[in-house]
């Protein structure tokens, strides 16, 4: 299947500070990348839709001054979280839809642990 | 609200045997169905997945059945092998792949 790489896979990071998360397409080109979060025992939440070239779309309730979203190519688009705080811990996994099979693969997610 | 429902949060199953997730939605607008196997602290991987305009799907080991009148489907897994144990996530598309809604995923655990 199609391969989608995230980094870093861990990160722990001091309240306040920002996060940066990487998610690309290693085998095709992704016009739509997403971002989803997990919380344990949870499903996973759609977070936001990212578009090659133009500005993300956030679901209702997500911060959009506070997840920043970046898709500044086909193969990679970045998640940071601004001044992050502790209930920003989670597990954060992003995916890429294949145009031509219309299906989205995952990365393998980002474990985030803000003290 | 949750459009995207797994009731069975864990199964468990004979190795050889059959595997059946099930899955129910809400919304009658979804036209693409998607079935993931997950690990903890790792990425969805994609299974198979099924368009509205098909009731069956077959790959392998694995089959997914779509019933549109009961906003239903189901995975069946057969024969089952230890190494499928694992978290199952049913999601939907209301335009083919794009913004997935997810269930909570039903648990499979596979015994030999």
């Known amino acids: 299947g199609a391969v989608v790489s995230q980094h870093p896979s861990r990160v722990i990071c001091k309240s306040g500070t920002s996060v940066k998360i990487e998610c690309r397409s290693l085998?095709?080109?992704?016009?739509?990348m997403f971002w989803y979060r997990q919380f344990p025992k949870q499903s996973l939440m759609l977070m936001a839709t990212?578009?090659?070239?133009?500005?993300?779309?956030?679901e209702q309730g997500v911060e959009k001054d506070k997840f920043l979203i970046n898709h500044a190519s086909l193969t990679l688009s970045t998640l940071t979280v601004t001044s992050a705080h502790p209930e920003d811990s989670s597990f954060y996994i992003c995916?890429?839809?294949?145009?031509?099979?219309?299906?989205?693969?995952f990365g393998p997610g980002t474990r985030l642990l803000v003290l | 609200d949750q459009q995207v429902k797994q009731n069975s949060p864990s199964l468990s199953v004979q190795e050889g045997r059959i595997s059946i997730l099930n899955c129910d939605y809400t919304?009658?607008?979804?036209?693409?169905f998607l079935w993931y196997k997950k690990y903890p602290a790792e990425g969805p991987t994609f299974l198979i997945s099924?368009?509205?305009?098909?009731d069956k799907n077959e790959d392998g080991r694995f089959t997914v059945f779509l019933n549109k009148s009961a906003k239903h489907l189901s995975l069946h897994i057969v024969p089952s092998q230890p190494g499928d144990s694992a978290v199952y996530f049913c999601?939907?598309?209301?335009?083919?792949?794009?913004?997935?809604?997810f269930g909570k995923g039903t648990s499979l655990l596979v015994t030999p």
């Open positions: 995916s890429a839809r294949d145009p031509l099979l219309e299906t989205q693969y």
């Open positions: 085998d095709f080109q992704a016009t739509t």
């Open positions: 990212s578009n090659e070239g133009s500005k993300a779309t956030y």
């Open positions: 919304n009658s607008m979804f036209d693409y």
């Open positions: 099924i368009s509205s305009i098909k």
């Open positions: 999601a939907a598309s209301e335009n083919s792949g794009y913004a997935l809604n």
